[in-house]
């Protein structure tokens, strides 16, 4: 992977699976398939809630996800999904190994 790859945290206070499945499912182009430019998705309970890790090919592509799918659907309120926005950590990748 390029050196620009690009990290993103989201952790959800409160969070719950049940919440990020509904989520997921808005904002993913299918089951099992990840957004354009998203090489790495993983997500779990965290102390106190719900926590979301993603590496983008570049700070671009995850931008574009989060400009044009991720923030309109969520403001549009998303059935069963999380209910706040998150806490966000961002990472200019220095590596990603396999």
Do not use: C
């Not at 997921?24 to 965290?46: D, K, N, T, Y």
């Amino acid at each position: 992977m390029a050196s620009t790859a690009y990290g993103v945290v989201h952790f959800f206070p409160g969070g719950t699976k049940e919440q990020y499945e509904a989520s997921i499912a808005a904002v993913h182009p299918g089951e099992g398939r990840l957004p354009e430019g998203q090489a790495f998705h993983a997500a779990g309970a965290s102390a106190g809630g719900w926590t979301i890790m993603a590496v983008h090919d570049s700070k671009e592509s995850w931008e574009k996800f989060s400009n044009e799918i991720l923030l309109p659907r969520m403001q549009a309120g998303i059935e069963g999904g999380f209910t706040s926005q998150p806490e966000e950590t961002v990472i200019d990748l220095y590596k990603v190994m396999p």
